[in-house]
T-cell receptor, first 111, second 115 residues
Framework: DQQVKQNSPSLSVQEGRISILNCDYT??????FLWYKKYPAEGPTFLIS?????DKNEDGRFTVFLNKSAKHLSLHIVPSQPGDSAVYFC??????????FGTGTRLTIIP | GAGVSQSPSNKVTEKGKDVELRCDPI?????LYWYRQSLGQGLEFLIY????????KSGLPSDRFSAERTGGSVSTLTIQRTQQEDSAVYLC?????????????FGPGTRLTVL
């Protein structure tokens, strides 16, 4: 039972354009969300997070939006750069330290 | 400083054999996590160690899986009588104190293939 879903396994975006990665969750108890980025043969690295008391968090080119009523979050990358090509995982916490991860979206930035 | 390291990077084994996977967390990190990623799946939580507390083993898929953390540092994940469905990338992560706002730093993983 996949509580965190990333329905797009892959996404291709032209360099310089906006990349939008989406994530849906089913458990309304989740109250802290994170995005991780993973390059091949490396472990995931933390990118950005958002608490459920907020609807937006921004860090440089990366912005995460949270829509609690829709149980949906998205990661916006603008402008997209070739180094952004990676697999992106969204993840969620509720009440404890166990992260629940989505299946990932492979982002390819086309030069 | 050094990040999380894992060994071996790749392991191929025959069905029914036991395997041990090792994780060296970042020095000073009290929390240590094991995850696995099977083909086409997200990262699946396996076990969590925090300081001297009893580990949270709620994610271990069967009693063939066990893990220990010696001296609050190095951890070993052991899979007994491996099955083909155990084939996955096993990832270890550590964080400073285990809180939700504490960043988890991941190692590169061990790719386990069970023939």
């Amino acid at each position: 039972d996949q509580q965190v879903k990333q329905n797009s396994p892959s996404l291709s975006v032209q360099e310089g354009r906006i990349s939008i990665l989406n994530c849906d969750y089913t458990n309304s108890m989740f109250d802290y969300f994170l995005w991780y980025k993973k390059y091949p043969a490396e472990g995931p690295t933390f990118l950005i997070s958002i608490s459920s008391i907020k609807d937006k968090n921004e860090d440089g080119r990366f912005t995460v939006f949270l829509n609690k009523s829709a149980k949906h979050l998205s990661l916006h990358i603008v402008p997209s750069q070739p180094g952004d090509s990676a697999v992106y995982f969204c993840a969620a916490f509720f009440g404890n330290e166990k992260l629940t991860f989505g299946t990932g979206t492979r982002l390819t930035i086309i030069p | 400083g050094a990040g999380v390291s894992q060994s071996p990077s790749n392991k191929v084994t025959e069905k029914g054999k036991d395997v041990e996977l090792r994780c060296d967390p970042i020095s000073g990190h009290t929390a240590l996590y094991w995850y696995r990623q099977s083909l086409g799946q997200g990262l699946e939580f396996l076990i969590y160690f925090q300081g001297n507390s009893a580990p949270d083993k709620s994610g271990l898929p069967s009693d063939r899986f066990s893990a220990e953390r010696t001296g609050g540092s190095v951890s070993t994940l052991t899979i007994q009588r491996t099955q083909q469905e155990d084939s996955a990338v096993y990832l270890c992560a550590s964080s400073l104190s285990g809180g939700r706002v504490d960043t988890q730093y991941f190692g590169p993983g061990t790719r386990l293939t069970v023939l």
